[in-house]
């Protein structure tokens, strides 16, 4: 651990640097005098969205060689919610690495007792499902939509809310959903207003993950 302030890196493992700067503005919240710091970067050898299992696969041992050689952060998140990399990069390091899928959902659990997920495509539900069912979760998942969207499309796309407030309320209303998780780091500027929108508590995964590196960090001080 490092002998000063702690730092927290967090990686956008696709090389949309928009979905880092949106990363990055909803982690502000976050940051508090003689708090950890937290760094955001860009994987600059990613995909411009990870959507499918090559993406996952292609950019975990950049990932990897990334942790390794960072010997300036005291815990990694990896921001994206398909956890890419997440068991070789723990592999690499000693120091704590978090995937935003495995915290978001966690921090689901204490909310409700079924979850609903966003989801950008279609393709991308069964790769999360395989994810659900390592975890032993499918029986708390109350449903997953898919928004139809590209990850660039949901950082930037003027609809995003709006049809993520479409299948928000299908996840509540017809699934039975008591919390949302937004499956895709490059929701995280909508998750105030979908919230508001819904009356059921929305979990942005990267927060998520955040809260629990500074509960760590602070803890191995």
């Known amino acids: 651990m490092t002998e000063t302030r702690p730092r927290i890196r967090v ?28 760094v955001c970067s ?25 942790v390794e050689v960072d010997n300036a952060s005291d815990a990694f998140i990896i921001a994206c919610y398909s956890d890419p990399g997440l068991h070789v990069c723990r592999e690499g390091t000693t120091r704590p690495v978090f995937g935003i899928a495995e915290c978001g959902v966690l921090t ?8 609903g997920v966003i989801a950008i495509l279609q393709k991308s539900i069964a790769r999360h499902t395989r994810y659900l069912r390592q975890m032993g979760l499918m029986d708390r998942l109350a449903g997953e939509r898919p928004l139809g969207m590209s990850v660039a499309e949901t ?6 809310l709006a049809r993520m407030l479409e299948v928000g309320r299908a ?10 998780v937004m499956g895709c780091a490059g929701m995280a500027r909508h998750r105030r207003p979908l919230e508001d929108a819904l009356g059921i508590p929305v979990i942005d995964p990267t927060q998520a993950a955040v ?3 500074i509960g760590t960090v602070q803890l191995a001080r």
Do not use: C, W, Y
């Open 108 to 115: 689901a659990l204490a909310r409700a007792e079924r979850f």
């Open 11 to 38: 990686v956008n493992p696709n090389s949309n640097e928009a979905v880092t700067r949106g990363i990055d503005e909803a982690l502000q919240p976050l940051r508090f005098a003689d708090g950890p710091e937290l």
């Open 171 to 180: 996840l509540k209303d017809q699934d039975g959903a008591n919390a949302i």
């Open 42 to 66: 860009t994987l600059a050898e990613g995909p411009f969205g990870i959507e499918t299992q090559e993406h996952v696969d292609s950019v975990a041992m950049p990932l990897r060689r990334l």
């Open 155 to 160: 950082t930037s796309g003027e609809g995003t």
């Open 211 to 213: 809260t629990m590196a």
